[in-house]
């Protein structure tokens, strides 16, 4: 789930010069769940707690008038539906997930602000949105047939993906690990046999690492009855241990770009941001990046300048990440890329996007060897992204280059950074809208221009 004012909604020291921040994309991990081995998985109200917390944190950071990070021209209280954009899968945890947050970045007007929560009738009475002022902030779900789920799950129908994952599961890495903790796992089928229905001792290997690892996990929190309270916390640590090291294996490996297709979207599950880790340089920044995040983690995306009240020129804009480990964990400033540097400029972040980037949506059916529906529009489309880079290569109206908004707005290998390429686009844009009323706002737009960047 991504917001924008653009889009609302070891570290590094960020430097404390003034500065504005003129927008921001927070990517979202869902919060505590059931457990995923049925398939069925939902949102508990623990796990719709955290992602409301979450939200109510960046509220701090991002609308309070007394926040130095406070976005450029933005709405404190009430949502401006031209100021955000909130997008997920149309699949019920997700969208759930970014509701929970949306409720604690913008609360009900009744809590936050009274004076402006009810309205005054013609007739002398005052009328007010049910629940104290509730705010709809409106939520974008992407189904499964449309084009633009490849922008929010690449992996999703990607053969290319599944069978670069499979090639983890051949290696020699992997069947050491296999043999190595074949009676490790072996122990822990007592312990959950009786509560699911359809474990077989068979199961019980590190190809089912995260499996275990949730099942367990999942039990120790909600379940009061199962065996699996009584596993210590040195063997749920190992389990953890072995599911990160499973699923990063899975998600990402440098000589397969395959294999990080899933780093696209801006709400997601936990293999989106193991993908990113991967594709960003991070893994060699810290080895926490090497783990699962936890619950309701979020990465977050910040495009700042120099002190200033208005949109500056591209040449002064820089981007910043940063990370957040579920809902303790402090927002903390890392590098991208290799770079050991707190922000990039602008100019070198596009191009060390560009380098990750897959272009457009007939490029992943390429890449992918998909065959959705969509795909057989771009059966025929030998053009490929070079070349509308070369045509549009030339600098638009708005003073940013037409190919680096394309290039951006279409990326799946870095697909998150493809959102917020494309909202930039949009706030470039707004530095063209002369004195209107909503010149600090943008609207949702992608690299289709009939689509919303997802």
């Known amino acids: 789930m991504f917001l924008r004012q653009l889009a609302v909604v070891g570290g590094l020291v960020v430097a404390t010069a003034a500065e504005t921040i003129h927008?921001?994309?927070?990517?979202?991990?869902?919060?505590?769940?059931t457990?995923?081995?049925?398939?069925?998985?939902?949102?508990?109200?623990?796990?719709?707690?955290?992602?409301?917390?979450?939200?109510?944190?960046?509220?701090?950071?991002?609308l309070s008038a007394d926040s130095p990070q406070r976005i450029l021209g933005i709405s404190e209280d009430k949502y401006v539906s031209s100021q955000i954009f909130a997008s997920a899968p149309d699949q019920g945890i997700l969208m759930n997930t970014a509701t929970a947050f949306l409720q604690g970045f913008y609360p009900p007007l009744g809590e936050v602000a009274p004076e402006i929560a009810s309205q005054t009738l013609n007739n002398g009475t005052n009328s007010t949105s049910p629940i104290d002022g509730y705010q709809y902030v409106v939520l974008h779900g992407i189904n499964d047939n449309s084009p633009d789920t490849i922008w929010?799950?690449?992996?999703?129908?990607?053969?290319?993906?599944r069978n670069a994952s499979k090639s983890f599961t051949k290696s020699q890495v992997f069947q050491e690990r296999l043999n190595a903790t074949s009676d490790f796992y072996a122990g822990f089928y007592d312990v959950l046999s009786d509560g699911v229905y359809n474990l077989k001792p068979e199961n019980m290997t590190y190809e089912n690492a995260y499996g275990i690892f949730d099942l367990v996990n999942v039990a120790r929190i909600h379940n009061k009855t199962s065996p699996a309270r009584n596993v210590s916390d040195e063997d749920l640590f190992q389990l953890r241990t072995l599911a990160d090291s499973a699923e990063l294996d899975l998600n990402w490996n440098s000589s397969q770009d395959a294999r990080s297709i899933g780093a696209n979207f801006c709400q997601a599950l936990y293999d989106t941001f193991l993908a990113f880790f991967g594709v960003a340089g991070l893994l060699d920044v810290s080895p926490d990046f090497h783990g699962l995040p936890e619950y309701a983690s979020t990465m977050v995306f910040e495009l700042f300048s120099d002190d200033t009240d208005e949109f500056p020129n591209q040449d002064d804009l820089r981007v910043r990440w940063m990370f957040k480990n579920g809902t303790s964990g402090e927002l903390t400033n890392f590098p991208l890329f290799g770079t050991n540097e707190d922000a990039l400029s602008w100019s070198h972040f596009v191009s060390e996007m560009k380098e990750r980037a897959i272009l457009d949506v007939g490029d992943w059916c390429k890449q992918c060897s998909a065959s959705e529906v969509f795909c057989a529009a771009y059966e025929d489309d030998t053009s490929g992204g070079e070349e509308n880079e070369s045509s549009e290569g030339g600098k638009g109206g708005d003073g940013m280059s037409n190919a680096v908004a394309g290039v951006i707005g279409a990326m799946v290998t870095l697909g998150v950074i493809g959102i917020i390429g494309a909202a930039f686009f949009f706030l470039a844009k707004r530095r063209k809208t002369g004195d209107r009323e909503e010149k600090n706002s943008v609207r949702s737009g992608s690299t289709d221009a009939n689509a919303n960047p997802v």
Do not use: M
Not at 23 to 33: A, K, N, Q, T
């Open 35 to 62: 457990t995923k081995w049925y398939g069925a998985q939902a949102l508990t109200s623990l796990g719709a707690e955290q992602n409301y917390q979450v939200g109510s944190s960046y509220r701090t950071r991002y």
């Open 152 to 161: 929010i799950k690449g992996d999703d129908a990607c053969p290319a993906y």
């Open 23 to 33: 927008g921001v994309v927070i990517f979202s991990r869902h919060g505590d769940r």
